[in-house]
């Protein structure tokens, strides 16, 4: 019954190597994000996806690659690992629009991915 | 460019005590503002989304007002307990749909 969940919740890598990580959600929302969360605890968002089509993509380097398989899915790759990619990722989503006796764009998170890169 | 401020960066209080966590921004043109917690090695938890249309939500012992005319918001929490330290996340929502968070307030609660 999880909302949003991701694979694996721990990564360790070498400097160098390619590594994905996967998202999903059953929550029937339309849009999908990457958020990095760095060393200091600060959150920032990096992709959005909404109904498979990229609409938000931050100042983020090419070496991240977001794929969109369908509505539910929002996997992240990576190549070219670099030390300073190390942190934690969070998967998110929100259903756009007003929702039956809800608030619209609210955004539920997945539990992250601890990255490491050495 | 939208910037979010939390204050105080860390809060220790005693068990039972009513606290307010603050928020501002510094753009007034945001479509929502959302209260995360986030407790340690873990994911964030969705407390209260306010719309730019409202005033204040609740949801049990939190209340959350937003005053977006001043570009701020608080968080109260009543009779505070234990179970409530955790890392308190203000985000806004900004024009073109990103979520601009704030660094947080680490709260602990003392029993």
């Known amino acids: 019954d999880t909302a949003v969940s991701q694979t694996p919740k721990y990564l360790v890598t070498q400097m160098g190597n390619d590594k994905s990580i996967k998202c999903e959600q059953n929550?029937?929302?339309?849009?999908m994000y990457w958020y990095k969360q760095d060393s200091k605890k600060f959150l920032k968002i990096m992709f959005s996806?909404?109904?498979?089509?990229?609409?938000i993509n931050e100042t983020v380097p090419n070496r991240f690659s977001p794929k969109s398989p369908d509505k539910a899915h929002l996997n992240l790759h990576i190549n070219s690992l670099e030390l300073g990619d190390s942190a934690v990722y969070f998967c998110?989503?929100?259903?756009?629009?007003?929702?039956?006796?809800?608030?619209?764009?609210?955004?539920?998170f997945g539990p992250g991915t601890r990255l490491t890169v050495l | 460019k939208q910037e979010v401020t939390q204050i105080p960066a860390a809060l220790s209080v005693p068990e039972g005590e009513n606290l307010v966590l603050n928020c501002s921004f510094t753009?007034?043109?945001?479509?929502?503002l959302q209260w995360f917690r986030q407790d340690p090695g873990k994911g964030l938890t969705s407390l209260l989304l306010?719309?730019?249309?409202?005033r204040e939500q609740t949801s049990g012992r939190l209340n959350a007002s937003l005053d977006k005319s001043s570009g701020r918001s608080t968080l109260y929490i009543a009779a505070s307990q234990p179970g409530d330290s955790a890392t308190y996340l203000c985000?806004?929502?900004?024009?073109?749909?990103?979520?601009?968070f704030g660094s947080g307030t680490r709260l602990l609660v003392r029993p």
């Open positions: 998110a989503s929100s259903r756009t629009g007003k929702v039956a006796g809800g608030s619209y764009n609210e955004q539920f």
């Open positions: 929550l029937g929302h339309d849009t």
């Open positions: 996806y909404n109904n498979k089509e990229l609409i």
């Open positions: 753009d007034s043109a945001i479509y929502n």
């Open positions: 306010i719309q730019s249309s409202q």
């Open positions: 985000a806004v929502m900004d024009s073109s749909y990103k979520l601009i």
